[in-house]
Protein backbone atom coordinates (compact mmCIF):
# COMPACT_ATOMS: atom_id res chain seq x y z
CA UNK A 1 0.00 0.00 0.00
CA UNK A 2 1.53 3.20 -0.88
CA UNK A 3 1.08 6.92 0.21
CA UNK A 4 -0.16 9.20 -2.44
CA UNK A 5 -0.91 13.31 -2.23
CA UNK A 6 -3.21 14.50 -5.00
CA UNK A 7 -4.45 18.02 -5.67
CA UNK A 8 -7.31 18.49 -7.48
CA UNK A 9 -9.03 15.47 -6.14
CA UNK A 10 -12.66 16.86 -6.06
CA UNK A 11 -13.62 16.52 -9.50
CA UNK A 12 -12.98 15.46 -12.85
CA UNK A 13 -9.69 13.52 -13.23
CA UNK A 14 -8.38 14.16 -10.02
CA UNK A 15 -12.00 12.19 -8.60
CA UNK A 16 -11.18 9.43 -10.73
CA UNK A 17 -7.72 9.08 -9.56
CA UNK A 18 -8.32 9.31 -5.91
CA UNK A 19 -11.49 7.07 -6.12
CA UNK A 20 -9.36 4.15 -7.95
CA UNK A 21 -6.58 4.41 -5.33
CA UNK A 22 -9.00 4.42 -2.74
CA UNK A 23 -10.86 1.24 -4.06
CA UNK A 24 -7.43 0.14 -3.26
CA UNK A 25 -6.80 0.88 0.08
CA UNK A 26 -3.97 2.89 -0.73
CA UNK A 27 -3.34 5.87 2.08
CA UNK A 28 -4.53 9.06 0.96
CA UNK A 29 -3.44 12.99 1.33
CA UNK A 30 -5.52 15.33 -0.53
CA UNK A 31 -5.17 18.75 -0.67
CA UNK A 32 -7.70 21.18 -0.52
CA UNK A 33 -8.14 24.89 -1.02
CA UNK A 34 -10.33 25.72 2.15
CA UNK A 35 -11.14 23.98 5.60
CA UNK A 36 -14.92 23.35 4.04
CA UNK A 37 -13.52 22.10 0.87
CA UNK A 38 -11.41 19.74 3.26
CA UNK A 39 -14.41 18.45 5.09
CA UNK A 40 -16.30 17.39 1.50
CA UNK A 41 -13.17 15.52 0.68
CA UNK A 42 -13.18 13.89 3.94
CA UNK A 43 -16.82 12.81 4.00
CA UNK A 44 -15.83 11.52 0.26
CA UNK A 45 -12.90 9.58 0.76
CA UNK A 46 -13.57 7.94 4.25
CA UNK A 47 -10.04 7.62 5.84
CA UNK A 48 -8.25 10.09 3.52
CA UNK A 49 -6.26 13.01 5.72
CA UNK A 50 -6.34 16.29 4.22
CA UNK A 51 -4.37 19.38 3.46
CA UNK A 52 -5.21 22.84 3.47
CA UNK A 53 -3.37 25.05 0.75
CA UNK A 54 -4.28 27.40 -1.80
CA UNK A 55 -2.84 27.08 -4.62
CA UNK A 56 -4.38 30.36 -5.73
CA UNK A 57 -1.64 31.74 -3.20
CA UNK A 58 1.73 29.60 -3.76
CA UNK A 59 3.52 32.28 -1.64
CA UNK A 60 1.61 30.71 1.59
CA UNK A 61 2.19 27.28 1.01
CA UNK A 62 5.19 26.96 3.06
CA UNK A 63 3.18 28.53 5.74
CA UNK A 64 -0.10 26.66 5.36
CA UNK A 65 1.97 22.73 5.48
CA UNK A 66 4.10 24.07 8.22
CA UNK A 67 1.05 23.88 10.16
CA UNK A 68 -0.13 20.85 9.45
CA UNK A 69 1.00 17.15 9.97
CA UNK A 70 2.52 15.58 6.79
CA UNK A 71 3.05 12.10 5.85
CA UNK A 72 6.46 10.20 6.56
CA UNK A 73 6.96 9.63 2.82
CA UNK A 74 5.20 10.20 -0.71
CA UNK A 75 5.08 7.25 -3.14
CA UNK A 76 3.28 9.83 -5.36
CA UNK A 77 2.90 13.31 -5.81
CA UNK A 78 0.15 13.96 -8.31
CA UNK A 79 -0.83 17.31 -9.71
CA UNK A 80 -4.37 17.30 -11.07
CA UNK A 81 -5.64 20.99 -10.59
CA UNK A 82 -5.72 23.71 -12.40
CA UNK A 83 -7.77 26.78 -13.97
CA UNK A 84 -8.44 27.75 -17.12
CA UNK A 85 -8.79 31.69 -18.69
CA UNK A 86 -9.49 31.64 -22.47
CA UNK A 87 -8.56 35.37 -24.14
CA UNK A 88 -7.06 36.71 -26.77
CA UNK A 89 -2.84 38.24 -26.15
CA UNK A 90 -4.72 41.53 -26.86
CA UNK A 91 -7.47 41.61 -24.27
CA UNK A 92 -6.14 38.98 -21.51
CA UNK A 93 -4.77 41.42 -17.94
CA UNK A 94 -1.95 40.59 -16.08
CA UNK A 95 -4.71 39.32 -12.97
CA UNK A 96 -5.86 36.24 -16.01
CA UNK A 97 -1.93 35.44 -16.38
CA UNK A 98 -1.15 35.64 -12.85
CA UNK A 99 -4.49 33.71 -11.48
CA UNK A 100 -3.17 30.79 -14.62
CA UNK A 101 -0.05 30.49 -13.63
CA UNK A 102 -0.10 30.76 -10.19
CA UNK A 103 -2.56 27.91 -10.26
CA UNK A 104 -0.88 25.89 -12.93
CA UNK A 105 2.81 26.84 -12.67
CA UNK A 106 3.80 27.94 -9.65
CA UNK A 107 2.15 26.07 -6.97
CA UNK A 108 3.12 22.64 -8.63
CA UNK A 109 6.63 23.96 -8.13
CA UNK A 110 6.29 24.91 -4.93
CA UNK A 111 4.29 21.90 -3.83
CA UNK A 112 7.43 19.94 -5.36
CA UNK A 113 9.85 21.72 -3.55
CA UNK A 114 8.52 21.41 0.12
CA UNK A 115 7.22 18.00 -0.92
CA UNK A 116 10.28 16.43 -2.83
CA UNK A 117 11.80 15.38 0.55
CA UNK A 118 9.06 12.76 1.04
CA UNK A 119 9.12 11.63 -2.27
CA UNK A 120 12.70 11.14 -2.28
CA UNK A 121 12.71 8.69 1.34
CA UNK A 122 9.70 6.35 -0.55
CA UNK A 123 12.08 6.77 -4.11
CA UNK A 124 8.71 8.01 -5.45
CA UNK A 125 6.70 9.42 -8.37
CA UNK A 126 5.90 12.54 -9.62
CA UNK A 127 2.89 12.98 -12.19
CA UNK A 128 2.49 16.03 -13.67
CA UNK A 129 -1.24 16.48 -15.44
CA UNK A 130 -0.72 18.87 -18.21
CA UNK A 131 -2.79 19.50 -21.14
CA UNK A 132 -2.12 18.87 -25.42
CA UNK A 133 -1.87 22.86 -24.62
CA UNK A 134 1.39 22.38 -23.04
CA UNK A 135 2.89 20.98 -26.55
CA UNK A 136 1.06 23.68 -28.81
CA UNK A 137 -0.69 27.06 -28.53
CA UNK A 138 -3.67 28.01 -30.15
CA UNK A 139 -5.48 31.77 -30.39
CA UNK A 140 -7.05 32.62 -27.18
CA UNK A 141 -5.17 29.79 -25.38
CA UNK A 142 -2.10 32.31 -25.05
CA UNK A 143 -2.27 32.57 -21.19
CA UNK A 144 -3.13 28.77 -20.35
CA UNK A 145 -0.80 27.33 -22.72
CA UNK A 146 1.98 29.24 -21.50
CA UNK A 147 1.17 27.93 -17.74
CA UNK A 148 1.22 24.05 -19.39
CA UNK A 149 4.57 24.72 -21.24
CA UNK A 150 5.69 26.25 -18.30
CA UNK A 151 5.11 22.81 -16.12
CA UNK A 152 6.53 20.53 -19.26
CA UNK A 153 9.87 22.43 -18.43
CA UNK A 154 9.55 22.01 -14.73
CA UNK A 155 8.84 18.24 -15.06
CA UNK A 156 11.77 17.76 -17.61
CA UNK A 157 14.14 19.87 -15.64
CA UNK A 158 12.86 17.61 -12.60
CA UNK A 159 13.20 14.02 -14.14
CA UNK A 160 17.04 15.01 -14.79
CA UNK A 161 17.83 16.13 -11.26
CA UNK A 162 16.05 13.80 -9.19
CA UNK A 163 16.69 10.74 -11.31
CA UNK A 164 20.08 9.85 -9.59
CA UNK A 165 17.50 9.78 -6.27
CA UNK A 166 15.49 7.77 -7.79
CA UNK A 167 12.32 9.81 -7.96
CA UNK A 168 10.53 9.15 -11.26
CA UNK A 169 8.81 11.92 -13.18
CA UNK A 170 5.82 11.99 -15.37
CA UNK A 171 3.79 14.50 -17.81
CA UNK A 172 0.45 13.43 -18.68
CA UNK A 173 -0.92 15.62 -21.64
CA UNK A 174 -4.82 14.79 -22.13
CA UNK A 175 -6.91 16.32 -24.65
CA UNK A 176 -10.24 17.68 -24.06
CA UNK A 177 -11.83 15.81 -21.21
CA UNK A 178 -15.35 15.56 -19.90
CA UNK A 179 -14.76 17.00 -16.62
CA UNK A 180 -16.19 20.37 -15.14
CA UNK A 181 -13.25 22.41 -16.23
CA UNK A 182 -14.46 21.41 -19.84
CA UNK A 183 -17.83 22.58 -19.81
CA UNK A 184 -16.30 25.88 -18.21
CA UNK A 185 -14.24 25.62 -21.41
CA UNK A 186 -16.61 24.84 -23.69
CA UNK A 187 -19.04 27.97 -22.30
CA UNK A 188 -16.04 30.38 -22.44
CA UNK A 189 -15.67 29.33 -26.38
CA UNK A 190 -19.33 29.92 -26.50
CA UNK A 191 -19.75 26.40 -27.45
CA UNK A 192 -22.20 23.48 -26.70
CA UNK A 193 -20.77 20.77 -24.43
CA UNK A 194 -21.33 17.03 -25.00
CA UNK A 195 -19.29 14.98 -22.57
CA UNK A 196 -19.97 12.12 -24.63
CA UNK A 197 -17.65 13.74 -27.69
CA UNK A 198 -14.41 13.69 -25.11
CA UNK A 199 -12.31 11.22 -23.36
CA UNK A 200 -13.75 10.13 -20.02
CA UNK A 201 -12.08 10.75 -16.47
CA UNK A 202 -11.29 7.35 -15.93
CA UNK A 203 -9.46 6.65 -18.81
CA UNK A 204 -6.73 9.51 -18.37
CA UNK A 205 -6.94 8.18 -14.38
CA UNK A 206 -6.21 4.65 -16.13
CA UNK A 207 -3.18 6.45 -17.84
CA UNK A 208 -1.69 7.78 -14.65
CA UNK A 209 -1.78 4.57 -12.74
CA UNK A 210 -0.38 2.67 -15.24
CA UNK A 211 3.00 5.00 -15.19
CA UNK A 212 2.48 4.91 -11.33
CA UNK A 213 1.96 1.53 -11.66
CA UNK A 214 5.13 0.54 -14.19
CA UNK A 215 7.63 -1.85 -12.71
CA UNK A 216 10.43 0.26 -11.31
CA UNK A 217 13.17 -1.09 -14.61
CA UNK A 218 10.94 1.74 -16.38
CA UNK A 219 9.70 5.13 -16.34
CA UNK A 220 7.22 6.76 -18.93
CA UNK A 221 8.32 10.22 -19.70
CA UNK A 222 6.15 11.99 -21.30
CA UNK A 223 1.91 10.48 -21.90
CA UNK A 224 -0.33 11.84 -24.41
CA UNK A 225 -4.04 10.52 -24.30
CA UNK A 226 -6.36 11.53 -26.94
CA UNK A 227 -9.97 11.71 -27.77
CA UNK A 228 -10.76 8.08 -29.21
CA UNK A 229 -14.25 8.96 -30.72
Not at 63 to 87: C, F, N, T, Y
Amino acid sequence: MGTHLITGAGSGIGAAVARRLAERGEDLWLLARDVGRAKELAARYPGARTLVGDLATPEKLDWALGKQPLPERLDSLMHIAGVIELGAIGDLGAKAWQRQLAANLVSPAELTRLLLPLVRVAKGHVVFVNSGAGLRANPEWGAYAASKHGLKALADALRGEEHGNGVRVTSVYPGRTATPMQASTHQQEGKEYDPSRWIDPESVATAILTAVDLPRDAEINDLSVRPGR
